[in-house]
């Protein structure tokens, strides 16, 4: 009789796995998203929030990190191209391989905004797969987060009703704050970004983006660039946002002819957040643009 | 009968229902996570129907602009990236594996395999007699020489002949080096396959590599297998595009040729799963080099008594990389790589002038290459070597070209260091690298033939070593600075039956480089070289001259990641 509960109890021990998931993010806030939905799991960062997700570059300790992974979660829509799917595919690791269940793009579970257009590089470092910023819009990280706990749950059955249980946490602590957001951003003026990175943000609280300061997306404004933009902004109002990897000059001084305050805020929380950590980064981005 | 098996049977029949029972209070709450879930679901999927409805407004309005504005200016619309209901809320049936769930939105190849095509071209000057600089480096002087065909020596220092095959040697003006043609793709769940063709400015085609990859083994095993760029060392692996400077550093340039260990062969690297970066590989390659492990052509093995090239593979690798853990923003890689070359053939040209008078009286020599000296005797070989070349000059004076066949093995070590430091600057202001390895090749090997038979069977060996180190820095956004040293032969030595020792080629290089975006590179770069043409008794000829380049690079199609 004894044994026989011993049986059943090492079946179960077996069945269930004991170690944790051990997660990769590519960005600070996939990074908190993960936490939000699995707080035990392993997780490792690979970029820092003051890194342009776009320009990083494959690095041995990224490696790594895939080689044991269960789970690879990125922005995706081909913001990590540069380096990640060089760095995957060195990880040896066909788990996290695209198509496979450990690879989650956060931007496949979402619809995305600038898809299409021409696909040409006379229009800068264009993606028609879309915008891959998802990441600023609350909305969408909690659809994400959902489809994360799914996904977490299909490769960890064992703690399936924890993970879906904190993604529904997580999306209705976003529904709770979206009022106040809104309430925040009612009637701002507007902005302009650095680079379409914030565009999911902008269109989620229906603010205007007045322009960019990059005239195409990768190629830095020269003066006249500049000149035009001050030219077409003057004498509205309004906030220049840029990341703290884009250079700060251009938009100090459209800043400076227009009058405008200029907030350089990173795309992303800082390294160590979790959901809580996530949503006091947006709190920053509608401040500041409420504070136009 | 089987009594307790029986009653074990009895037990377990039961006891099911008992548990089932127990286990009740644990299915409500699965019930409830599981409502729970349909309801999230649902709630999900208004959303996101909510969202995609406002995204088709905006569509439209986008699309009735454009169409408004100027109707010319959308010349080609990549496919909208559509996805299904369940994707679009990340809820799936659980069970169910629909395709796509667990893809990547990409601009969408169909099918098509990723294509770039690279053009790299460039102006180039030096203040050499000849403006063969470019070849010269190339050239630099080691000990049993360098490349193993039949190289044109000295003769004539244009022809840069070595078994005819197309280098990419810059010749003072324009020279477009090539169009690297790449084209790579996941072939099935099971291999990735690349092949990179390079078409020179000539029109010379090149097929550089052509592999496949396994992407599906267990243990962090990977397996290579086609023709590709050896993974011994560091920059072996690197197409010219991906240099930081625009010719090749001098110990890999004259110890393994202008395109490195480039074979055909298999590969098998091993990633353990350890905390720190640890990579481990090894290859079998066919042995079909220029330099390192080079065996000559049928006429001169027969020749020079120096046997058929052995069936391969006659060249094996061996190397290790570890990286520790330095944080996000800096990367350090260390490597130590070995290659063995089972068969290597060269074969040393000198040549004696001879005065042919009647009145015959002791004769000057000169010898316009190294080794193989001390001639008493005059060189009437009745022997009859087929390896004997005669001309007479005008003069009265008989040029004699003694070659001597060479066969045997060689060995090559090598160390690499890399650092780099990722600076939150813009466009890679602040971002710093330092890389430098060093090569040692040595060549172990037998005379064969000569014009003096008493030396046929006596070892000589040759040791010649290199090391370079470079640096770069970016100075400003989307500018960047390059420095690097390299010399060839620190050792530069002959031993065994003879021995003798050498001096050494070096240079300094300074460039700056312009990306002006992902895609375009436009690059200047100048270097003071000190060559070792040659060495005798006489001492050694050197050529010191400096060389400037005037370098772009320009990437077309689609976004290429490049390894660390």
Known sequence: ?292 | MNQPLVRGALLGALLTPAAAVTAGDADIDALRAELDAMRSQYEGRIRALESRLSDAEQAAEVARQAAGADALSLPMTAPRVLRSQGQATGQVPAGSRSAGLFDAVTSGTAFNPQISVILDGNYYQDDTEDGNGAALVGEAFQAGGGYGHDHDHGADGHAHADGGHAHAVAEPGFNLRSAELYFSATVDPYFDAASYITVSGDGDVTLEEAYFQTRSLPYGLRVKGGKFLSDFGYINNQHPHQWDFVDQNLPYLNLLGFHGIQDTGVQLTWLPELPVYTLLGAEALQGDQEVFGATLGETEQTELNLGDTDSGPRLFTAFAKVAPELGRNHALQIGVSYAHATQHQAMETHTHMVETHADEHAHEEDHAHEDEHAHEEEHAHEDGHADEHMHVHTDGITEELHETGLAGDADLWGIDLVYKYDAPGAYGQGDFTFQSEYLRSSKDLTIRSSAHPERIGSNRTYTTDGLYAQATYGFLPKWKAGLRYDILGLTNKVSGGRSESFGSSDRWTANVTWNLSEFSQLRAQYAYNDILVGEDEHGEEREQFSAFYLQFLMSLGSHGAHEF
């Open chain 1, 1 to 292: 009789m004894k044994r026989w509960m011993m049986g059943v109890a090492a079946w179960l021990l077996l069945a269930t796995p004991v170690l944790a998931l051990d997660v990769v993010a590519t960005s600070p806030s996939m990074g908190a998203l993960v936490r939000a939905v699995a707080p035990s799991a392993q997780l490792t960062v690979l970029a820092g929030p003051d890194r342009d997700l776009h320009a990083l570059q494959a690095k041995p300790s990224m490696i790594r990190a895939l080689r044991g992974a269960d789970l690879l979660v990125a922005v995706g829509a081909e913001l990590e191209m540069g380096w990640l799917p060089a760095a995957s595919a060195s990880a040896a690791n066909p788990d996290i391989l695209p198509g496979r269940e450990g690879y989650f793009e956060a931007a496949a579970q979402v619809p995305l905004l600038d898809v299409g257009g021409p696909a040409d590089r006379a229009m800068g470092d264009v993606h028609p797969a879309g915008n891959p910023h998802v990441d600023l819009d609350p909305v969408r990280m909690a659809q994400v987060a959902e489809a994360l706990g799914a996904r977490m749950a299909r490769l960890d059955p064992g703690n399936a009703a924890s993970y879906r249980a904190n993604a529904r946490r997580f999306a209705e602590t976003v529904e709770q704050r979206l009022p106040q957001w809104q309430a925040e951003l009612a009637g701002a003026p507007g902005a302009v970004l650095y680079h379409r990175d914030a565009v999911y943000l902008l269109e989620r609280f229906d603010v205007p983006l007045l322009g960019t300061i990059e005239p195409v997306p990768g190629v830095p404004p020269s003066g006249r660039d500049l000149r035009a933009l001050a030219g077409k902004l003057s004498g509205r109002d309004g906030v220049i946002i840029h990341a703290p990897h884009h250079s700060p000059k251009g938009p100090r001084k459209l800043g400076r002819e227009l009058g405008w305050p200029v907030e350089p805020l990173p795309l992303s929380p800082p390294v160590n957040a979790d959901g809580d950590g996530y949503l006091q980064h947006i709190d920053r981005w509608v401040s500041a643009i409420a504070g136009a």
